[in-house]
């Protein structure tokens, strides 16, 4: 089985490094989207996200990172994979990402969703959370992997000033 994971990770969370790697231990294979949100206004540009991930991902040999840069059903494909990993962090999660789910079976038969629940500490983390803890110069490192705290460092050390 070969599985996408897509979102925008502006910023990757510990929460998404989690289901990454629950989901690198159940796919033979497995391809992190770096999909665009246009509802968002982004923190972090394409390429540093990606930058990121792939740092976090290093040690999982079975893990690779790309851009996606249209439909995740379509980017999934296009990388080999015929399922699409959703993570839902609590209920409110579960109507959203069951329609999703629809309506990319829809788009590309065969297509499977697997959703993970998140581990319970997490489930209330998002990435937008992480931004607003940035923007009051609030210290997330609790919240993110070591190397997205270590890259958005002057980010925090910026918003002090």
Request: charged share 25%; net charge negative.
């Amino acid at each position: 089985m070969t599985g996408a994971f897509a979102g925008s990770f502006d910023p990757p969370t510990k929460g998404h490094e989690d289901i990454i790697r629950r989901a690198a231990a159940v796919c033979e294979r497995l391809v992190v989207l770096v999909a665009p949100n246009s509802l968002k206004k982004n923190l972090l540009d394409e390429q540093t996200r990606l930058d990121l991930l792939k740092k976090i991902t290093a040690d999982l040999d079975n893990v690779s990172v790309a851009l996606c840069t249209g439909l995740t059903v379509e980017a999934a494909r296009e990388n080999g994979a015929n399922v699409l990993i959703r993570s839902m962090r609590n209920v409110a999660d579960y109507e959203g990402e069951a329609a999703n789910a629809w309506v990319n079976s829809m788009l590309e038969a065969g297509m499977d969703t697997m959703f993970l629940l998140c581990d319970p500490q997490y489930s209330l983390l998002s990435s937008t959370h992480v931004r607003e803890l940035l923007r009051y110069s609030q210290s997330i490192e609790e919240v993110v992997p070591r190397p997205v705290f270590e890259a958005l460092q002057p980010e925090l050390a910026q918003k002090a000033q």
